[in-house]
Structure formats: C-alpha cells, structure tokens
C-alpha cells in the first residue's frame, strides 16, 4: 500500500511518520471497533496515502489518523486553535471539517469535494498553518 515510501529517498521524515500511522490504522483487524467493524477499505488506504504524498508540508504538524466505522478514515490536524477533519468517504470523496476555538470546536465550514481537488485540501491546510 504505502511500500513507495521505501524506494524513493526524497520523502521527507512529515511523511514517512504519516505513512506510518496509516499503516498502523491499515493493518486494523475486523472487529477493530469492538463490534464486529471492517478494516479500513484497502482502496481508501491507497487514496489517503496519495493525499498525504500531495500534502506533505513542514508548516503543519503531523496528522492523527483514525478509522471510522463502515472502513473509511478519517486524517485530523489541530494547531493553534485551528482544527481541520478530512473524511475519506470512499476513494474518490473527502468530507471536511474546518473549526476553530480549541474549547468549543466551533465549526466555521463543512462539506465535501472529489479527492482529486488537491488544491482544495491545499487551502484547507494553509489555513490551518496561518494561524
């Protein structure tokens, strides 16, 4: 899935921690949730493994990754007050979050774009690092 990383030297150490927690979340057993849950989709995992390649940036700190229930995952980060959520639907639609406030997580915009709209999920960082 994420073996890429182990033949190309430029990825950069952001990356290689990213693919890293992918893996650990990949590599989930059925039932993982305590009730009977799929691993994550091995097609998603491939998407959000290209999603991470076309994000990778210092400015941002490392992703928590997590599966969610119906074996989709789900890529967070939170700086300075800022939170965005990128929900990997299926392999081809991200759902986002983006909120502010680190107490109340109050929402400023949600909704959803095709995986392939780079530049959106770009944007969505930028403004998490501008903080």
């Not at 990213?18 to 990949?26: G, H, I, K, Q, Y």
């Not at 799929?38 to 998603?44: A, G, T, V």
């Not at 290209?50 to 074996?71: E, W």
């Not at 081809?92 to 915009?109: D, K, S, Y």
Request: glycine share 8%; hydrophobic share 40%; with cysteine.
């Amino acid at each position: 899935m994420t073996d890429a990383r182990n033949h190309n030297p430029a990825y950069g150490d952001w990356l290689l921690q990213a693919l890293n927690r992918l893996d650990l979340v990949a590599g989930l057993p059925s039932g993982w949730d305590g009730e009977g849950g799929p691993p994550p989709n091995p097609e998603i995992v491939v998407s959000a493994a290209r999603l991470l390649q076309n994000l990778q940036r210092d400015d941002v700190p490392l992703p928590f990754i997590c599966p969610i229930a119906g074996g989709s995952l789900q890529i967070e980060w939170s700086s300075a007050g800022r939170h965005v959520e990128l929900e990997l639907v299926d392999q081809q639609t991200v759902a986002f979050l983006r909120a502010e406030n680190p107490t109340t997580e109050e929402t400023i915009e949600c909704g959803k774009y095709p995986i392939s709209d780079v530049k959106r999920s770009r944007e969505l960082l930028d403004w998490l690092a501008s903080a």
